[in-house]
Nanobody, 125 residues
Framework: VQLQASGGGLVQAGGSLRLSCAAS????????MGWFRQGPGKEREFVAA????????YYADSVKGRFTMSRDNAKNTVYLQMNSLKPEDTAVYYC???????????????????WGQGTLVTVSS
């Protein structure tokens, strides 16, 4: 599976962005998908995950209520709608694909086998 993330950019605090992650291959629907981010001088951290069917999503506490993850299996694409952005959301955002089904696995980088190249989100104050 090859993943291509896009949609990053510069936005003012309080603004919105929608990230997309397009996947190659015909087995997209068999993978859970996740978004992670790595801010300046920080370790990569979990942001959100969605199960294969798209019926269940999980979020980091820091983004809950502001970010929404969704997927369109017909288009082999996942999305991350980010609202009420804060300067601390500034990071490179990565999408990832994995076979995990358990939340504890989906919240960890080791739960994913394939990674996209990342897209930069910069939130100005």
């Amino acid at each position: 599976v090859q993943l291509q993330a896009s949609g990053g950019g510069l936005v003012q605090a309080g603004g919105s962005l929608r990230l997309s992650c397009a996947a190659s291959g015909r087995t997209f629907s068999s993978y859970a998908m996740g978004w992670f981010r790595q801010g300046p001088g920080k370790e990569r951290e979990f942001v959100a995950a969605i199960r294969r069917s798209g019926q269940l999503t999980y979020y980091a506490d820091s983004v809950k209520g502001r970010f929404t993850m969704s997927r369109d299996n017909a288009k082999n694409t996942v999305y991350l709608q980010m609202n009420s952005l804060k300067p601390e959301d500034t990071a490179v955002y990565y999408c990832a694909a994995g076979r995990g089904t358990i939340l504890s696995t989906l919240r960890q980088q080791v739960g994913y086998n394939y990674w996209g190249q990342g897209t930069l989100v910069t939130v100005s104050s």
